[in-house]
């Protein structure tokens, strides 16, 4: 999945289609994994030996934008 | 270019979405934030860090430490207030990594700082945010929000920059 605009710049907006709500995992620009919840996410990742990815979470389709961590 | 590591490291903002219902939404929400690495025991775990120049810790979603091994258990504990709330956060000294953006030729920085676990992350986009005490004083940070983009440089940039008397990081 692409996840860069043309600008070059990463977009969490690309994924929220398909992820809402999800911490994914990444490796580039390709999901490796996605679940809603970060442990079980770490853990399919170790039983798959994979440890080259990086995680981000997608908001929510009506999540309020986050200022600072509130 | 600035000794083995390349500097400077200029990193692209990311885009985050925004609410459909938002004043704001013609404009992109773009994050300063950067690819950092937690080293542990169990081996490295990848997040994207937003580089917040109005904190004053590293801080970090608690289910980092548990990926990479960081046991919190014997953790000194604070209580921190963020918006919406306060928060438990556990200390401890943990070892990070920064590598150049893609296309930059250099050797990753690894380097040692107060890490400060959330019992609860409030579940941004990023997994960490990387404060002054611990990021500001490791590196000189300079952000455009017209370029959106931030650039990364050694930690007496600042000072050569300016002239003023560095003062190496503890």
């Known amino acids: 999945?692409?996840?860069?605009?043309?600008?070059?710049?990463?977009?969490?907006?690309?994924?929220?289609?398909?992820?809402?709500?999800?911490?994914?995992?990444?490796?580039?620009?390709?999901?490796?994994?996605?679940?809603?919840?970060?442990?079980?996410?770490?853990?399919?990742?170790?039983?798959?030996?994979?440890?080259?990815?990086?995680?981000?979470r997608v908001p929510d389709v009506d999540e309020l934008e986050t200022v600072g961590l509130g | 270019m600035d000794g083995e590591h390349g500097f400077p490291w200029v990193f692209r903002y990311i885009e985050e979405p925004r609410h459909p219902g938002s004043l704001f939404r013609e404009r992109p929400l773009l994050r300063p934030a950067v690819p950092v690495t937690f080293m542990g025991p169990d081996g490295p775990q990848q997040v994207f860090a937003l580089v917040d120049s109005g904190a004053d810790h590293i801080l970090a979603a608690p289910w980092i430490a548990q990926a990479v091994g960081i046991d919190l258990h014997q953790a000194p504990e604070e209580p921190l207030k963020v918006a919406g709330g306060s928060h438990q956060v556990k200390f401890v000294t943990g070892r990070l990594e920064l590598s150049p953006p893609t296309g930059t030729v250099g050797v990753p920085v690894q380097w040692e700082a107060q890490i400060g676990f959330f019992d609860t992350w409030p579940s941004p986009s990023w997994g960490a945010v990387l404060g002054q005490f611990g990021f500001f004083d490791r590196f000189t940070v300079t952000m455009s929000r017209q370029a959106t983009m931030l650039a990364v440089q050694d930690w007496d940039e600042f000072d050569e920059r300016f002239g003023i008397p560095g003062v190496p990081p503890a």
Not at chain 1, 17 to 33: D, F, P, Q, S
Request: net charge positive.
């Open chain 1, 1 to 56: 999945m692409a996840t860069e605009q043309s600008s070059g710049r990463f977009s969490v907006a690309a994924l929220q289609k398909e992820y809402a709500g999800c911490w994914v995992a990444l490796r580039g620009t390709t999901v490796i994994e996605a679940n809603a919840n970060p442990y079980d996410l770490v853990a399919q990742l170790r039983r798959r030996r994979i440890k080259d990815t990086i995680i981000l």
